[in-house]
């Protein structure tokens, strides 16, 4: 009985250990498409194929950036309907959480704020 019981605490400790299968395979990606949805916690996509991707914001994120990387953005710069690209990964239990926001237009040229 000791021995089932050891066995069945081990397995249920070390399913805490395992790293789920997709984070451990994807590694970081980077997708473009219009803002559906901004949050302080979460921006939502939609990629050019029509599927809508969501992404996690970490507190005090400053990753916004222009397309060339030289001007930073509050992330309050960012609304629904802008064009944006979004450097991503996905390791942290799997859920994909946002790295880097550039701010562009349709054609793909810096976004400008005023």
Do not use: C, W
């Amino acid at each position: 009985m000791k021995k089932l019981s050891f066995l069945v605490l081990s397995l249920f400790l070390g399913s805490f250990l395992v790293v789920p299968a997709n984070a451990a395979t994807v590694g970081s990606a980077n997708v473009s498409g219009i803002v559906n949805h901004v949050s302080d916690n979460s921006i939502k996509i939609t990629d050019g194929t029509g599927k809508q991707l969501s992404f996690l914001i970490v507190p005090k994120f400053d990753q916004v950036f222009s397309s060339d990387g030289k001007t930073t953005y509050q992330m309050h710069a960012i609304k629904a309907g802008q064009y944006v690209k979004v450097y991503y990964d996905q390791k942290f239990l799997g859920q994909r959480h946002a790295d880097r926001i550039l701010l562009l237009r349709q054609n793909n040229s810096i976004k400008r704020t005023e």
